[in-house]
């Protein structure tokens, strides 16, 4: 968990403009809620960007917000997700997105495929 924290911490201190990432999300939360999804990400990330472009684009119905990590308060909120589904240190990485008992992490080729399976699992339990 040191390496997790020592590694965010770098990240969080590179700075960082609202307008290279839109639709941040201004979250005072302290626990994570089963019932939202959270989309964890950092605007000088690209797997971010490119995991926001796919949402924007076929989910913009979701309104799913940012919760962006260069805001300190958001790294308890990315732990107790990470603490949730037992994500080992050496394979923590952006984005990172939870929903429900699912979790996206990272932004690859079959990302897409991945997130739709967990999202339709998401939604089945919301109902």
């Excluded at 639709?23 to 809620?33: R, W």
């Excluded at 958001?74 to 394979?91: R, T």
């Excluded at 932004?107 to 399976?117: A, D, R, V, Y």
């Amino acid at each position: 968990m040191k390496h997790l924290i020592t590694a965010l911490l770098m990240l969080l201190s590179l700075p960082a403009t609202a307008a290279e990432t839109p639709n941040i999300a201004q979250n005072s939360e302290t626990e994570l809620k089963a019932d939202k999804i959270y989309f964890f990400a950092h605007s000088l990330c690209q797997s971010c960007k490119d995991a926001y472009v796919y949402l924007e684009t076929r989910h913009k119905d979701l309104n799913i917000p940012i919760t962006d990590m260069k805001e300190r308060h958001n790294l308890e909120l990315y732990k107790q997700c990470v603490k949730k589904f037992n994500i080992p240190n050496q394979e923590l990485t952006l984005p990172l997105i939870c929903m429900g008992n699912s979790y996206v992490m990272g932004w690859q080729n079959n990302s897409p495929q991945t997130f739709e399976h967990a999202l339709q699992q998401y939604k089945e339990k919301q109902h």
